[in-house]
Every structure is written in C-alpha cells, then in structure tokens.
C-alpha cells in the first residue's frame, strides 16, 4: 500500500511516501521536512511533487492518504486536511486523519510544540505509544511533566527540563494511522484539533458609516 502523508500543524510542513506492509515497518520512500512558518499553501503542493518525482511515482499509484489533524494553527492546518481531503476525493482514496503530537517521537515521552502566545500543545504517552494524557494546550510552566520530553527545545528553559529535538515525521504518521489504514472504512472524519479560538475574530462592534 502506498501512503502519501502530510502535516502541516507545526512551522515545518512534512510530506512523504511511504510503503507500508501489513508484515513490518512502513519503508519510507521519500520525504520533504520544510521550514514553512505560515507558507504552508505555497509550499505543500510543491512538497506532494518533490516527493512523488524523488519515488518515480504519480498521484495514480497512491492507495491512501493520511494527513495530521493538529493541534495547530487555524490557517496551517485547513492546509494540510483540505489538500488531503480533495486528493482524496478526486482519486477516490481513502483519507486517514491522526493527532499530530502521536507522530512525534516514540515510547514513553510527553510532546510539546509551539502553540504561539507563549504556550505549548502537549501529549503524553506509554511505552506502546497510547496517548495517555492530552492533547492540550498551556503556558509551558503549568505543565510540571515528569521523565523524557520531546518536541520543541526552545521551551526547555520554561518547562525547566531538557527537550529533546524531535518533530512530525513521515514514519510517526503512519504509525499513528496504522489501525485506521489496516482498515480504511473504520478511520473517523477529518476534524482538526484546534483546541482554542483563531486569532482572528470580528471587532465586536460595528461603527455607523455617516453620510455627509
């Protein structure tokens, strides 16, 4: 089976291809891991290319798509999942979304990433990889999180525990995913973890426009 993966949760937007076996680990095949900030629109599409050309394969070869639901920001990831939605719907595949935080890093570990506004998203989880707490968000302060955190170093001092370096990757994607692509008609509907409000908001009031 060949997986097209996606995510663009975090400033850096990940697309892959990967061949996933039902007997062993998924082989990725290629992969583009691009600091994007808040160019994910004009990047993806370019990234979906990059690594289908690295492959020698088409959108015609691909048997399913999977894309990282968030948390993350409003604009990003209405990116990642409309792309993946269409793609999926103009080849007839099925579309598998995952929480983004499952695909970073493995074992026991607590995630977090940059959430903006001085906060972080976070996730917890066991030696098997099972979330066992979040996905939230927070002031890295509030987290008080014993043993090993990946994700984002930056927050390292706040969180007042080192962070090792880790982020989305094709691989973790498809891990997460791998119930949902063992069986396609059970994956859920493409809901993205936004887990607060956009930036953006209307003014709360409206000023009369006078006419002279």
């Given at each position: 089976?060949?997986?097209?993966?996606?995510?663009?949760?975090?400033p850096?937007?990940?697309?892959?291809?990967?061949?996933?076996?039902?007997?062993g680990?998924?082989?990725?095949?290629?992969?583009?891991?691009?600091?994007?900030?808040?160019?994910?629109?004009?990047?993806?599409?370019?990234?979906?290319?990059?690594?289908?050309?690295?492959?020698?394969?088409?959108?015609?070869?691909?048997?399913?798509?999977?894309t990282?639901?968030?948390?993350?920001?409003?604009?990003?990831?209405?990116?990642?999942?409309?792309?993946?939605?269409?793609?999926?719907?103009?080849?007839?595949?099925?579309?598998?979304?995952?929480?983004?935080?499952?695909?970073?890093?493995?074992?026991?570990?607590?995630?977090?990433?940059?959430?903006?506004?001085?906060?972080?998203?976070?996730?917890?989880?066991?030696?098997?990889?099972?979330?066992?707490?979040?996905?939230?968000?927070?002031?890295?302060?509030?987290?008080?999180?014993?043993?090993?955190?990946?994700?984002?170093?930056?927050?390292?001092?706040?969180?007042?525990?080192?962070?090792?370096?880790?982020?989305?990757?094709?691989?973790?994607?498809?891990?997460?995913?791998?119930?949902?692509?063992?069986?396609?008609?059970?994956?859920?509907?493409?809901?993205?973890l936004?887990?607060?409000?956009?930036?953006?908001?209307?003014?709360?009031?409206?000023?009369?426009?006078?006419?002279?």
């Amino acid at each position: 089976m060949l997986v097209l993966a996606l995510d663009t949760a975090t400033p850096t937007l990940v697309a892959g291809l990967a061949d996933r076996s039902e007997h062993g680990a998924p082989e990725v095949l290629a992969e583009r891991a691009v600091p994007s900030g808040n160019r994910h629109a004009e990047l993806l599409t370019p990234a979906i290319t990059s690594v289908l050309d690295d492959a020698g394969l088409t959108m015609g070869d691909l048997d399913a798509v999977v894309t990282g639901l968030g948390p993350g920001p409003f604009t990003g990831l209405r990116v990642g999942i409309v792309t993946a939605a269409a793609l999926g719907d103009a080849r007839g595949l099925p579309v598998i979304g995952v929480c983004s935080l499952d695909a970073i890093g493995s074992g026991v570990r607590t995630v977090v990433t940059d959430a903006r506004r001085k906060e972080v998203y976070w996730a917890a989880y066991d030696a098997d990889g099972v979330r066992t707490g979040g996905p939230g968000v927070l002031r890295p302060e509030e987290l008080r999180r014993s043993g090993r955190i990946v994700g984002d170093p930056a927050f390292a001092a706040r969180l007042g525990a080192e962070v090792v370096p880790a982020e989305v990757t094709t691989a973790g994607l498809l891990r997460a995913a791998e119930p949902q692509l063992a069986d396609p008609s059970s994956a859920g509907p493409l809901l993205p973890l936004y887990l607060r409000r956009p930036d953006a908001t209307p003014p709360a009031a409206i000023k009369a426009v006078s006419q002279a």
